[in-house]
């Protein structure tokens, strides 16, 4: 696209929130034409409840569906029934092998001095302990750094405790700093001789969950059982450990094994006049078993489908190919998205967006484009300006599942949601349909299809202009 | 007491919240002196946190306190150290025996047409399934008239499912409404052919908790294996019944058995003048095990002993006495209140209060007088609106350990908490620590010192002025 648009309008979609008059910044123009389509996607998603009903029916129909699980199985083929349903052209599914590893027993309970139950959840990988249990004397730590200064040795035979909190924020970012002890703590406590690590749930709410989540102690080298308590059994440890000596009995019995069976599953409407160009829309399939995975990320799979849906429904296909990728096995390491970015490395990926931060508004939209592309970025902002979307900045991460396209050098875009309350529901059993609102649904479903319609009608590059 | 206070200021404290004048209402006075104790008792209330650290010490040195348990005979010697560590007098167990019931296992999982787990809790006195548990179909009761108008023998081999809502109310009578279905669907059920019963839980909140609680099964002849499932768990129910037929796999143990002990706690601040007159302070020792007995009723005892203890305090006792009663067992059929009445019958209770609502503050003060004592009840609102206690009527119930006690003829108040919240946490894996509010025992522990400094230290008769 060779015309920009400077003037007085574009300040009110530059990405800083300076009051200060700054130099206009470059808006590509939207064709009427194409903004008529925009209006029109966008008021469409208004009037049904589609997307709520994809999720609703997954959820139902389905349920909790862990990578490499039969049930995962049975939602690849719910999956391709509903995208025939929605009239997508070239369903298919890719599929791929992975280890597995499922929790068949989690039990915690404090021994003494006050013989009681725990709520807990085994993270993802961890061994099994000994039939039976193990039981040992908790060493509590306040954070990660507080482990770290510990010295081999010194925690032997006891289970580590790290007590740290999450800061509840409405971006999410509390999440990475707080996340870093569920892969942490079992390489250091087993350095240090310790026999088993809990840890204070990654998550923001005060209920009685324990949050779920992987652990990296593979990569690590470490095999030492591992688990989040919920916030009120780790309030408990702490007043314990502070009392006296207190010791627990830990009980993680698992199945694991390799070359279980994954997929991805995906559809297309094929680009009228470049079809070998893709705009690619991501959410996946899989969730943790503690809950339904009706925000994570049965929401995402609703909202992506629902949005190509009503580019599909349009009387014109958008000149590019809308892919819809609904992959496998994210929670346990970003297999599906992995197996799908090297079977896929020779096409020509324009853009991606992935839809995996739960049910609620979206308020910004972040981009990583090159930097003579970012009147794309401006452009796209200024259509979802209406729908209450905010301009955010170039650094946009995109998602987990768009990692190692976003490592190839895939231009990737970041619908914000509203995070403020994902993470008191992230990977716990109250990731729940009724956490869902079908009216902020239908929003995300208006900005994904606004955005993706967008991608594939214009012939814009977002790796640089293509003048 | 025999001169009352006639005029304008009494219309304040009139419990109608009608804005007409009305004629005035009596108001029995309170000597200055009295006045000035009770706002020393109420300051002081807001000076310490010691509520909060008995109820804490409960739960983080004993925990979880089932009817009859070790945990609970942990709980009886806990209470009397603490009593005795408050300094009040005449400190007792009164042993009784009960029939002793806990589950064991209780799991549910759809079997057909999604499977899935499912979070349950065992109603208590429910029998075992037999082991490995049943399976059979759902037949879904949108209230429990529907099931009362099941005709005998339609629900053969079926698992029935009642599926209605609580109603959230302040003063806690969306639960009475709500509760019938939890004792009576059992019952219903079996004498309609079916093999289980499982019921939305009886409760506000939106978590994947099931809510604990007895049932009336045995009262009736009925033994029926019911539960109770999570809201998300009900939802699920009812729309994958909506959809076709649904088959649930069901598997309850039990420990159960006859003759386990349990026993009330007792302690008194003697009476100077009058000391076989007793002002009698209730809560609960005992709770449910999926909590830790927080709210439900560990802030109960905390309330009601700190209140007894700021009294203890003073530099003279007032006249009557004060008993605080720690009752067991009153989660499976108030068996400690009612081996109390039976015990202590022939003893003057002058009045009695119980504290088992939570934590919540107390903004209403309600009685059950002679209609003669009145202007009484209407001097303890008077002496309790600083707190911000709005009169409440003469009908009041004063709570499930009173029972018996109001059976027989003794006056009750009741220092109502506000219970917006209060059936969120109720007999859930929730009703932990964390859910209590310092700042709200202090306001409770004052109420309940008011309340009782005037009616142990005022020679009010509660039955009947004693002109």
Redesign the interface.
Known sequence: MRNFLFGLMALAFASSANAQPQPAAAVAPIPAEVQRTLDRLSASAFETNRAYDIV?SL??????RMAGSE?EA?ARDWAVAMLREQRFSNIRIEPFTLGFWQATREEAA?VT?????M?IAALGGSPATPEGGLEAEIVRFPDLAALEAATPGSLNGRIVFIDERMQRTQDGSGYGAAVAKRGRCAPLAQARGAVACLIRSVGTD????AHQGGNTRQADGAALPAAAL???DA??LA??VA?GPTRVRLDIQVDARENAQSGNVIAEIRGRERPEEIVLLVAHLDSW?H??GAIDDGAGVAIVTAAARLIRDLPRRPRRTIRVLLAGAEETGIHGANAYARAHAAETHIVAAESDFGAARIYRLRTRFAEPALPYARAMQRALAPLGVIPGDNAANGGPDLTPLRAAGVPVVELSQDGWDYFDYHH???D????IEPAALQQNVAAYAVFAYLAAEMDWDFRAPSQ
């Open positions: 609703e959820v139902t129909e389905i349920g909790p049930a049975r404090v001095p006050s013989p009681q139950r709520v005060p209920h009685r969950f919920s916030p009120a309030d408990l007043r314990l009392r078993d809950g339904q716990t059993p109250d729940t349909l009724d956490k």
